[in-house]
């Protein structure tokens, strides 16, 4: 399995305050991505980064910012989280030569209440 | 724009039945492909993928998948399909030129003993 670790793997908290979800790799891959799945709309990719302080927007980025000051953490905070963000987050990393698919966290289930 | 189409939300077999889930793609150039499974509560399994070479891929779990061009096609098949493959399958595609992996909306298999 790709060392990949999602934290916490479960979240409940409140309209209004902020969230920080991390993930961590041992992998030393370039790229990394976040996506939230819900049912009906499969994965849809949040941000994504192609290098330390390097990243871009997906297509619901709307609430959510990033970080990657190294390697292997890419954290995602929700602003200011509101019940239409209560989903399964999932990381997911990929090398930047030989292989080409994504290798996947376990995922976070969050809930706001 | 990359794009991945799944028409068939839930599908439903006979165990021993033999199974084809579709998968639909828009993208500019030869495009990399991939099949992903994911069972309830679980991360995603890389089932099998596509880049280059033969069309027609194996996988693990005894899937393959034929890439058609002309079709914007990369279907998944099993010859005959056993309980355990009941699960949420998803296509995706990634773009070398926008290192972003966009993901079909799923299809939830049902297997009937």
């Known amino acids: 399995d790709a060392g990949i670790t999602q934290s916490p793997r479960h979240k409940v908290t409140e309209t209004g305050t902020p969230v920080t979800l991390r993930c961590h790799q041992t992998?030393?891959?370039?790229?990394m991505y976040w996506y939230r799945q819900d049912p009906g709309h499969g994965l849809r990719l949040i941000h994504y980064s192609y290098g330390v302080k390097d990243t871009d927007k997906g297509e619901v980025s709307d609430g959510y910012s990033v970080s990657r000051s190294k390697t292997e953490d890419f954290l995602l905070t929700l602003e200011s989280a509101t019940s239409s963000q209560t989903s399964v987050y999932f990381c997911?990393?990929?090398?930047?030569?030989?292989?080409?698919?994504?290798?996947f966290g376990q995922g976070t289930r969050l809930t706001v209440v | 724009a990359q794009s991945v189409t799944q028409p068939d939300i839930h599908i439903t077999v006979s165990e021993g039945a033999s199974l084809e889930l579709r998968c639909n793609y828009s993208?500019?150039?030869?495009?990399?492909l991939f099949w992903y499974v994911q069972s309830p509560g679980q991360g995603l399994q890389l089932l099998l993928k596509y880049f280059s070479g033969d069309t027609l891929v194996q996988g693990i779990k005894g899937f393959e998948a034929e890439f058609k061009r002309s079709q914007s096609s990369f279907n998944l098949r099993k010859p005959s399909v056993h309980w355990s493959d009941a699960a949420e399958y998803f296509c995706?595609?990634?773009?070398?030129?926008?290192?972003?992996?966009?993901f079909g909306t799923g299809t939830r298999l049902k297997v009937l003993a």
């Open positions: 993208y500019g150039a030869t495009p990399y």
């Open positions: 995706a595609v990634w773009g070398s030129g926008t290192y972003k992996y966009i």
């Open positions: 992998e030393n891959h370039r790229y």
């Open positions: 997911a990393i990929r090398g930047d030569r030989g292989s080409t698919e994504a290798f």
